[in-house]
């Protein structure tokens, strides 16, 4: 059964309560801003059949390159929540470009529907995934993921997981 359709039947029998966890996007970025003295630890890890690994960093270190984004997040209601995302990989010899945008619904208040399309000049990633929050004593929040994503011009697919602890920083 293809993703699609379960988000648009979650959707249409979502209640109005607000989204439990906001910023814990896979591969799109959201424009939000992290609360006051609070932390966040993002842990990822993909493996593609072929076993690659493929972690995100804002500076590559052997490229010498430096990553920019600008995200944009429209709230479309109180469980419905898009994101956008253009951004830029900059180094001395090569530079690149990168976008994309995303679809969260909250299922279920700490249960979220997710999918995300993340386009590259030699790829474009479509990947449905789910992601859920659990919250413990002194205010810590762990948040688990996992993803589909599928390469369009390829068709592979791998598999995407995803953890990140977020607590109070004082």
């Known amino acids: 059964m293809s993703l699609i359709p379960v988000l648009l039947l979650a959707t249409a029998a979502l209640a109005a309560e607000p989204l439990a966890i906001q ?4 591969f799109i970025e959201e424009a939000y801003n992290q609360e006051a003295n609070v932390v966040q630890h993002i842990f990822t890890y993909q493996r593609d059949r072929d076993g690659s690994f493929s972690p995100r ?3 590559l270190v052997h490229d ?3 990553q920019f984004n ?3 997040s429209i709230v479309l209601s109180p469980r419905v929540v898009t994101h956008w995302n253009a951004g830029a990989t900059v180094s001395r010899h090569e530079h690149s470009w990168s976008g994309g945008g995303s679809v969260i619904v909250a299922a279920l208040p700490k249960m979220h ?3 995300e399309v993340l386009r590259q000049p030699d790829a474009t990633l479509v990947s449905p995934g789910i992601r859920w929050a659990h919250d413990l004593p002194h205010q ?3 948040v688990p993921g996992i993803a589909m994503p599928v390469d369009t011009r390829t068709h592979d697919r791998s ?3 995803y953890l990140s602890f977020e607590h109070p920083f004082r």
Not at 23 to 26: K, L, T
């Open 23 to 26: 910023d814990n996007s896979f």
């Open 57 to 59: 960093l804002s500076y």
């Open 113 to 115: 529907l997710m999918l």
């Open 70 to 72: 600008l995200p944009v």
């Open 159 to 161: 598999l995407f997981l």
């Open 140 to 142: 810590l929040q762990i």
């Open 64 to 66: 010498h390159a430096a």
